[in-house]
Protein backbone atom coordinates (compact mmCIF):
# COMPACT_ATOMS: atom_id res chain seq x y z
CA UNK A 1 0.00 0.00 0.00
CA UNK A 2 0.99 3.53 -0.54
CA UNK A 3 -0.07 6.77 1.49
CA UNK A 4 0.33 10.21 -0.21
CA UNK A 5 0.38 13.30 2.16
CA UNK A 6 -0.90 16.61 1.01
CA UNK A 7 -0.77 20.09 3.07
CA UNK A 8 -1.91 23.22 2.30
CA UNK A 9 -1.16 26.70 3.55
CA UNK A 10 -3.32 26.88 5.44
CA UNK A 11 -2.02 23.73 7.64
CA UNK A 12 -5.11 21.35 6.27
CA UNK A 13 -3.87 18.03 5.17
CA UNK A 14 -5.43 15.39 3.27
CA UNK A 15 -4.08 11.72 3.40
CA UNK A 16 -4.47 9.41 -0.37
CA UNK A 17 -4.33 5.83 0.76
CA UNK A 18 -3.92 3.19 -2.32
CA UNK A 19 -3.90 -0.52 -1.67
CA UNK A 20 -3.48 -3.42 -3.70
CA UNK A 21 -6.55 -5.50 -3.14
CA UNK A 22 -9.44 -6.39 -5.12
CA UNK A 23 -11.61 -4.21 -3.10
CA UNK A 24 -10.95 -1.34 0.01
CA UNK A 25 -14.49 -1.97 2.09
CA UNK A 26 -15.50 0.64 4.04
CA UNK A 27 -16.34 -1.31 7.09
CA UNK A 28 -13.78 -3.83 7.35
CA UNK A 29 -10.39 -0.95 6.00
CA UNK A 30 -11.91 2.54 5.71
CA UNK A 31 -13.34 2.89 8.58
CA UNK A 32 -10.81 1.47 11.00
CA UNK A 33 -8.00 3.26 9.45
CA UNK A 34 -9.81 6.24 9.44
CA UNK A 35 -10.21 6.27 12.97
CA UNK A 36 -6.21 4.96 13.96
CA UNK A 37 -5.28 7.59 11.55
CA UNK A 38 -7.35 10.32 13.84
CA UNK A 39 -6.13 8.68 16.89
CA UNK A 40 -2.69 9.03 15.62
CA UNK A 41 -2.83 12.58 13.72
CA UNK A 42 -6.02 14.70 14.30
CA UNK A 43 -7.19 14.20 10.77
CA UNK A 44 -10.78 13.74 9.74
CA UNK A 45 -12.01 10.97 7.81
CA UNK A 46 -13.76 12.98 5.39
CA UNK A 47 -9.53 14.03 4.95
CA UNK A 48 -8.32 10.85 3.90
CA UNK A 49 -9.38 8.37 1.11
CA UNK A 50 -9.17 4.40 0.81
CA UNK A 51 -8.45 3.09 -2.84
CA UNK A 52 -7.96 -0.28 -4.38
CA UNK A 53 -5.83 -1.19 -7.58
CA UNK A 54 -8.29 -3.79 -7.62
CA UNK A 55 -5.68 -6.27 -8.56
CA UNK A 56 -7.17 -9.72 -8.88
CA UNK A 57 -4.19 -11.05 -6.97
CA UNK A 58 -5.05 -9.71 -4.22
CA UNK A 59 -7.52 -10.12 -1.01
CA UNK A 60 -10.59 -8.32 -1.24
CA UNK A 61 -10.58 -7.32 2.58
CA UNK A 62 -14.68 -8.08 2.53
CA UNK A 63 -15.70 -9.51 6.07
CA UNK A 64 -14.17 -10.74 8.98
CA UNK A 65 -14.79 -14.43 7.83
CA UNK A 66 -11.71 -15.99 9.56
CA UNK A 67 -8.41 -15.40 12.24
CA UNK A 68 -6.36 -15.62 9.31
CA UNK A 69 -8.74 -12.46 7.44
CA UNK A 70 -8.78 -10.84 11.01
CA UNK A 71 -5.23 -11.05 11.58
CA UNK A 72 -4.54 -9.52 7.31
CA UNK A 73 -6.66 -6.55 8.07
CA UNK A 74 -5.20 -5.33 11.45
CA UNK A 75 -1.72 -6.15 10.18
CA UNK A 76 -2.78 -3.76 7.22
CA UNK A 77 -4.19 -1.01 9.26
CA UNK A 78 -1.36 -0.83 11.34
CA UNK A 79 0.85 -0.89 8.66
CA UNK A 80 -0.99 1.89 6.76
CA UNK A 81 -0.77 4.15 9.53
CA UNK A 82 2.49 4.03 10.14
CA UNK A 83 3.15 5.02 6.41
CA UNK A 84 0.89 7.84 7.16
CA UNK A 85 2.91 9.27 9.90
CA UNK A 86 5.83 8.62 7.56
CA UNK A 87 4.50 10.36 4.75
CA UNK A 88 3.23 13.60 7.02
CA UNK A 89 7.55 13.66 8.76
CA UNK A 90 8.46 13.44 4.80
CA UNK A 91 6.35 16.92 3.64
CA UNK A 92 7.46 18.87 1.40
CA UNK A 93 7.57 22.37 -0.43
CA UNK A 94 6.11 21.12 -3.91
CA UNK A 95 4.76 22.66 -7.18
CA UNK A 96 2.45 20.92 -9.02
CA UNK A 97 2.36 19.62 -12.14
CA UNK A 98 -0.46 17.37 -14.33
CA UNK A 99 -1.19 16.36 -17.65
CA UNK A 100 -2.29 13.39 -19.86
CA UNK A 101 -1.65 11.13 -23.30
CA UNK A 102 -4.45 9.19 -25.02
CA UNK A 103 -3.15 6.09 -26.28
CA UNK A 104 -5.52 3.72 -28.12
CA UNK A 105 -2.47 1.11 -28.17
CA UNK A 106 -2.47 0.44 -24.14
CA UNK A 107 -6.51 0.39 -24.00
CA UNK A 108 -8.08 -3.24 -22.84
CA UNK A 109 -11.47 -4.44 -22.29
CA UNK A 110 -13.75 -7.13 -20.75
CA UNK A 111 -16.60 -7.76 -23.30
CA UNK A 112 -16.92 -8.72 -26.59
CA UNK A 113 -19.66 -8.74 -29.23
CA UNK A 114 -20.02 -12.15 -31.05
CA UNK A 115 -21.09 -11.51 -35.12
CA UNK A 116 -25.07 -12.19 -33.86
CA UNK A 117 -24.89 -9.17 -32.04
CA UNK A 118 -24.85 -10.26 -28.32
CA UNK A 119 -22.73 -9.36 -26.12
CA UNK A 120 -21.20 -11.47 -23.66
CA UNK A 121 -19.14 -10.58 -20.35
CA UNK A 122 -15.86 -12.84 -19.75
CA UNK A 123 -18.07 -14.98 -17.38
CA UNK A 124 -20.66 -16.51 -20.39
CA UNK A 125 -18.42 -15.50 -23.50
CA UNK A 126 -14.75 -16.53 -22.99
CA UNK A 127 -15.40 -20.16 -24.91
CA UNK A 128 -17.86 -18.51 -27.61
CA UNK A 129 -17.06 -18.62 -31.78
CA UNK A 130 -17.81 -15.41 -34.29
CA UNK A 131 -15.51 -12.36 -32.57
CA UNK A 132 -16.43 -9.43 -33.78
CA UNK A 133 -13.83 -6.08 -32.51
CA UNK A 134 -15.28 -2.70 -32.26
CA UNK A 135 -13.14 0.03 -32.30
CA UNK A 136 -14.73 1.74 -28.97
CA UNK A 137 -15.31 5.41 -28.68
CA UNK A 138 -16.42 5.20 -24.96
CA UNK A 139 -12.97 4.18 -24.24
CA UNK A 140 -11.42 6.14 -21.76
CA UNK A 141 -7.46 6.26 -22.96
CA UNK A 142 -6.63 8.97 -20.97
CA UNK A 143 -3.68 8.05 -19.24
CA UNK A 144 -3.22 11.13 -16.29
CA UNK A 145 -0.28 12.10 -14.60
CA UNK A 146 -0.40 14.40 -11.75
CA UNK A 147 3.87 15.19 -10.40
CA UNK A 148 4.81 16.72 -7.14
CA UNK A 149 8.15 18.46 -8.10
CA UNK A 150 9.19 18.80 -4.50
CA UNK A 151 11.77 21.16 -3.13
CA UNK A 152 13.36 18.04 -0.77
CA UNK A 153 13.67 14.69 -1.62
CA UNK A 154 12.39 12.40 -4.37
CA UNK A 155 9.42 13.89 -6.16
CA UNK A 156 5.94 11.97 -6.03
CA UNK A 157 3.38 11.42 -9.34
CA UNK A 158 -0.20 10.30 -9.15
CA UNK A 159 -1.01 8.08 -12.17
CA UNK A 160 -5.00 7.76 -12.76
CA UNK A 161 -5.73 5.22 -15.70
CA UNK A 162 -9.17 3.65 -16.25
CA UNK A 163 -8.95 0.31 -18.03
CA UNK A 164 -9.90 -2.84 -16.18
CA UNK A 165 -7.46 -5.18 -17.78
CA UNK A 166 -8.94 -8.94 -18.43
CA UNK A 167 -8.05 -9.83 -22.31
CA UNK A 168 -4.91 -8.56 -23.69
CA UNK A 169 -5.21 -11.10 -26.91
CA UNK A 170 -6.92 -10.10 -30.32
CA UNK A 171 -9.09 -13.04 -29.76
CA UNK A 172 -11.98 -13.26 -27.18
CA UNK A 173 -10.74 -16.66 -25.88
CA UNK A 174 -7.42 -14.78 -24.47
CA UNK A 175 -8.68 -14.08 -21.48
CA UNK A 176 -5.67 -14.80 -18.99
CA UNK A 177 -4.94 -11.46 -17.85
CA UNK A 178 -6.78 -9.23 -15.31
CA UNK A 179 -6.00 -6.00 -13.30
CA UNK A 180 -2.68 -7.37 -11.90
CA UNK A 181 -0.52 -5.11 -13.81
CA UNK A 182 0.13 -2.03 -11.13
CA UNK A 183 2.92 -3.75 -9.23
CA UNK A 184 4.99 -4.20 -12.35
CA UNK A 185 3.89 -1.09 -13.41
CA UNK A 186 4.75 0.93 -10.55
CA UNK A 187 8.49 -0.46 -10.23
CA UNK A 188 9.16 0.24 -13.03
CA UNK A 189 8.28 3.59 -13.41
CA UNK A 190 10.16 4.20 -10.36
CA UNK A 191 13.49 2.53 -11.58
CA UNK A 192 13.55 4.50 -14.80
CA UNK A 193 12.34 8.31 -12.98
CA UNK A 194 13.53 8.03 -9.18
CA UNK A 195 10.21 9.19 -8.67
CA UNK A 196 7.81 7.80 -6.37
CA UNK A 197 4.70 6.37 -7.59
CA UNK A 198 0.84 6.07 -6.25
CA UNK A 199 -1.33 4.60 -8.60
CA UNK A 200 -5.29 5.09 -8.73
CA UNK A 201 -7.32 3.12 -10.76
CA UNK A 202 -10.06 4.80 -12.05
CA UNK A 203 -13.92 4.04 -13.37
CA UNK A 204 -12.60 1.03 -15.38
CA UNK A 205 -15.63 -2.10 -14.46
CA UNK A 206 -15.94 -1.61 -18.50
CA UNK A 207 -15.32 0.05 -21.73
CA UNK A 208 -18.78 -0.90 -23.17
CA UNK A 209 -19.77 -4.27 -24.30
CA UNK A 210 -16.23 -4.41 -26.32
CA UNK A 211 -13.49 -5.94 -26.86
CA UNK A 212 -9.71 -4.43 -26.70
CA UNK A 213 -9.10 -1.72 -29.39
CA UNK A 214 -6.23 -3.46 -32.21
CA UNK A 215 -3.46 -1.85 -31.93
CA UNK A 216 0.59 -2.04 -32.83
CA UNK A 217 1.05 -4.19 -29.33
CA UNK A 218 -0.19 -7.65 -29.45
CA UNK A 219 0.96 -9.92 -27.24
CA UNK A 220 0.76 -13.21 -27.61
CA UNK A 221 1.87 -14.57 -24.13
CA UNK A 222 -1.09 -12.13 -22.60
CA UNK A 223 1.57 -11.09 -19.87
CA UNK A 224 0.31 -8.47 -17.38
CA UNK A 225 4.19 -8.05 -16.54
CA UNK A 226 4.56 -6.74 -20.16
CA UNK A 227 1.20 -4.36 -20.12
CA UNK A 228 2.82 -2.98 -16.61
CA UNK A 229 5.81 -1.95 -18.07
CA UNK A 230 4.73 -0.83 -20.97
CA UNK A 231 1.95 1.38 -19.21
CA UNK A 232 5.12 2.61 -16.95
CA UNK A 233 7.00 3.97 -20.29
CA UNK A 234 3.92 5.35 -21.72
CA UNK A 235 3.76 7.54 -18.20
CA UNK A 236 7.96 8.38 -18.63
CA UNK A 237 7.17 9.93 -21.95
CA UNK A 238 4.82 12.51 -20.72
CA UNK A 239 6.50 13.50 -17.54
CA UNK A 240 8.50 16.25 -18.87
CA UNK A 241 5.78 17.54 -20.76
CA UNK A 242 3.27 18.02 -17.70
CA UNK A 243 2.05 21.93 -17.40
CA UNK A 244 2.37 23.98 -14.10
CA UNK A 245 -0.54 23.45 -12.02
CA UNK A 246 -2.25 26.54 -9.67
CA UNK A 247 -1.86 25.35 -5.77
CA UNK A 248 -4.89 26.10 -3.76
CA UNK A 249 -6.14 25.00 -0.52
CA UNK A 250 -7.40 21.85 -0.19
CA UNK A 251 -11.22 22.19 -0.83
CA UNK A 252 -13.73 19.02 0.23
CA UNK A 253 -17.14 18.46 -0.61
CA UNK A 254 -19.03 15.73 1.09
CA UNK A 255 -22.20 14.30 0.40
CA UNK A 256 -24.44 11.19 1.69
CA UNK A 257 -25.63 9.50 -1.46
CA UNK A 258 -28.31 7.01 -1.57
CA UNK A 259 -28.75 5.45 -4.73
CA UNK A 260 -31.81 3.40 -5.13
CA UNK A 261 -32.03 -0.66 -4.98
CA UNK A 262 -33.90 -2.25 -8.27
CA UNK A 263 -36.51 -4.46 -7.47
CA UNK A 264 -37.58 -5.16 -10.63
CA UNK A 265 -37.63 -8.82 -10.63
CA UNK A 266 -38.54 -9.51 -6.90
CA UNK A 267 -41.07 -11.59 -8.37
CA UNK A 268 -38.29 -14.21 -9.56
CA UNK A 269 -36.98 -14.46 -5.80
CA UNK A 270 -38.50 -17.65 -4.57
CA UNK A 271 -37.90 -19.43 -8.08
CA UNK A 272 -33.92 -18.34 -6.98
CA UNK A 273 -34.04 -19.52 -3.92
CA UNK A 274 -35.18 -23.30 -4.91
CA UNK A 275 -33.39 -23.40 -7.87
CA UNK A 276 -29.93 -22.14 -6.01
CA UNK A 277 -30.95 -25.19 -3.96
CA UNK A 278 -31.34 -27.78 -6.67
CA UNK A 279 -27.95 -26.37 -8.57
CA UNK A 280 -25.83 -27.38 -5.46
CA UNK A 281 -27.37 -30.09 -4.37
CA UNK A 282 -26.70 -31.37 -7.76
CA UNK A 283 -22.78 -31.76 -7.92
CA UNK A 284 -22.88 -35.28 -9.60
CA UNK A 285 -24.17 -33.18 -12.91
CA UNK A 286 -21.84 -31.71 -15.10
CA UNK A 287 -21.86 -27.74 -15.23
CA UNK A 288 -24.09 -27.11 -18.04
CA UNK A 289 -26.74 -29.52 -17.10
CA UNK A 290 -26.84 -27.71 -12.89
CA UNK A 291 -26.93 -24.68 -15.21
CA UNK A 292 -30.14 -25.77 -16.98
CA UNK A 293 -31.64 -26.38 -13.66
CA UNK A 294 -31.65 -22.67 -13.12
CA UNK A 295 -32.54 -21.58 -16.63
CA UNK A 296 -35.67 -24.22 -16.34
CA UNK A 297 -36.48 -21.86 -12.93
CA UNK A 298 -36.19 -18.44 -15.03
CA UNK A 299 -32.97 -17.89 -13.81
CA UNK A 300 -30.34 -17.58 -17.37
CA UNK A 301 -27.36 -15.86 -15.74
CA UNK A 302 -26.36 -19.03 -13.34
CA UNK A 303 -26.08 -19.18 -9.73
CA UNK A 304 -24.51 -15.46 -9.87
CA UNK A 305 -27.87 -14.11 -11.29
CA UNK A 306 -29.61 -16.01 -8.89
CA UNK A 307 -27.88 -14.92 -5.76
CA UNK A 308 -27.87 -11.16 -7.26
CA UNK A 309 -31.70 -11.35 -7.07
CA UNK A 310 -31.90 -13.01 -3.80
CA UNK A 311 -30.10 -9.78 -2.48
CA UNK A 312 -31.68 -7.36 -4.29
CA UNK A 313 -35.01 -8.68 -2.74
CA UNK A 314 -33.87 -8.58 0.55
CA UNK A 315 -32.53 -5.46 0.29
CA UNK A 316 -34.44 -2.29 1.34
CA UNK A 317 -34.86 1.05 -0.60
CA UNK A 318 -31.39 2.69 -0.94
CA UNK A 319 -28.19 1.95 0.60
CA UNK A 320 -26.32 5.03 1.61
CA UNK A 321 -23.05 5.88 0.39
CA UNK A 322 -20.27 8.72 1.17
CA UNK A 323 -18.70 10.85 -2.03
CA UNK A 324 -16.24 13.05 -1.99
CA UNK A 325 -15.17 15.76 -4.25
CA UNK A 326 -11.88 17.10 -3.18
CA UNK A 327 -10.01 19.90 -4.91
CA UNK A 328 -6.55 21.57 -4.82
CA UNK A 329 -5.75 24.64 -6.57
CA UNK A 330 -5.86 23.31 -10.43
CA UNK A 331 -6.75 19.50 -9.61
CA UNK A 332 -9.45 17.41 -8.37
CA UNK A 333 -10.54 13.88 -6.98
CA UNK A 334 -13.43 12.58 -7.33
CA UNK A 335 -14.21 9.23 -5.12
CA UNK A 336 -16.59 6.45 -6.88
CA UNK A 337 -17.06 3.51 -4.15
CA UNK A 338 -17.68 1.27 -7.33
CA UNK A 339 -16.99 -0.98 -10.09
CA UNK A 340 -18.08 1.78 -12.52
CA UNK A 341 -17.58 1.72 -16.28
CA UNK A 342 -15.70 4.22 -18.18
CA UNK A 343 -18.59 6.08 -19.50
CA UNK A 344 -18.74 7.22 -15.98
CA UNK A 345 -15.63 8.27 -15.46
CA UNK A 346 -15.47 10.05 -18.77
CA UNK A 347 -18.80 12.32 -17.86
CA UNK A 348 -17.35 13.09 -14.80
CA UNK A 349 -14.11 14.60 -16.07
CA UNK A 350 -15.51 15.96 -19.45
CA UNK A 351 -17.81 17.81 -16.86
CA UNK A 352 -15.30 18.77 -14.05
CA UNK A 353 -14.30 22.95 -14.44
CA UNK A 354 -10.48 21.33 -13.19
CA UNK A 355 -7.69 21.38 -15.82
CA UNK A 356 -6.95 18.00 -14.45
CA UNK A 357 -9.65 15.94 -12.74
CA UNK A 358 -8.70 12.03 -11.58
CA UNK A 359 -11.50 9.84 -10.76
CA UNK A 360 -10.86 7.06 -8.52
CA UNK A 361 -12.51 3.88 -8.38
CA UNK A 362 -13.24 1.44 -6.19
CA UNK A 363 -12.53 4.42 -3.22
CA UNK A 364 -13.71 4.32 0.60
CA UNK A 365 -15.71 1.17 -0.51
CA UNK A 366 -16.89 -0.88 -3.14
CA UNK A 367 -20.90 -1.56 -4.17
CA UNK A 368 -19.91 -3.97 -7.03
CA UNK A 369 -20.35 -2.96 -10.81
CA UNK A 370 -22.58 0.10 -11.77
CA UNK A 371 -23.38 -0.73 -15.47
CA UNK A 372 -24.37 2.28 -17.82
CA UNK A 373 -27.34 2.24 -19.41
CA UNK A 374 -26.61 0.74 -22.90
CA UNK A 375 -25.04 -2.14 -21.43
CA UNK A 376 -29.00 -3.56 -20.19
CA UNK A 377 -29.71 -3.37 -23.31
CA UNK A 378 -27.29 -6.91 -23.77
CA UNK A 379 -28.55 -9.75 -22.48
CA UNK A 380 -26.54 -11.91 -20.25
CA UNK A 381 -23.89 -9.35 -19.28
CA UNK A 382 -22.98 -9.79 -15.84
CA UNK A 383 -22.51 -6.49 -14.50
CA UNK A 384 -26.46 -5.51 -15.09
CA UNK A 385 -27.49 -8.93 -13.88
CA UNK A 386 -25.15 -9.03 -10.77
CA UNK A 387 -26.39 -5.29 -10.19
CA UNK A 388 -27.65 -3.88 -6.96
CA UNK A 389 -28.97 -0.37 -8.65
CA UNK A 390 -31.65 0.91 -10.78
CA UNK A 391 -30.75 1.68 -14.60
CA UNK A 392 -29.71 4.90 -14.71
CA UNK A 393 -27.60 5.32 -11.66
CA UNK A 394 -24.47 5.53 -13.41
CA UNK A 395 -25.50 8.49 -14.81
CA UNK A 396 -27.14 9.90 -11.98
CA UNK A 397 -23.64 9.52 -9.97
CA UNK A 398 -21.50 11.26 -12.79
CA UNK A 399 -23.90 14.25 -12.84
CA UNK A 400 -23.81 14.30 -8.88
CA UNK A 401 -20.18 14.57 -8.87
CA UNK A 402 -19.80 17.57 -11.96
CA UNK A 403 -22.44 19.54 -9.35
CA UNK A 404 -19.94 18.64 -6.70
CA UNK A 405 -16.71 19.57 -8.77
CA UNK A 406 -18.74 22.82 -9.32
CA UNK A 407 -19.09 23.79 -5.61
CA UNK A 408 -15.61 23.23 -4.75
CA UNK A 409 -14.27 24.57 -8.24
Not at 30 to 54: C, F, M, N, Q
Not at 118 to 147: M, P, V, W
Request: with cysteine.
Amino acid sequence: GTCVAIEDADGQRLLMFTLDLVYGYKETIGDPLREAIYKATGIPGDHITVSATHTHSGPSAGGFGNEKTVNFLNRTVKLMTKAALEALEDLSEAEIFAGSKADKTMTYDRHYITNDGNGYGTGYGSSKSGFKCHLDEDADQQLQLIRFKRKEGRDIVLVNWQSHVTMVGRFATDTKMSADYVGAMRRHFEGLTGCRMAFYQGAAGNLGPVSRIPGEHEYADTDHITYGRLLAEHAVSILDQLQPMQAGPIRIKALKYRPRIDHCDDALAPAAEEGLKLFWAAKDLDIRARYDILKEKGIKGGPLHANAILARYRAGEYVEMDLYAIGIGDIAFATVPFEAFSSTGKAIKAGSPFPMTFVLGYCNDCFGYLADEPLFQYEGAYEVESRRFVKGTAEELARTHVAMLKDIR
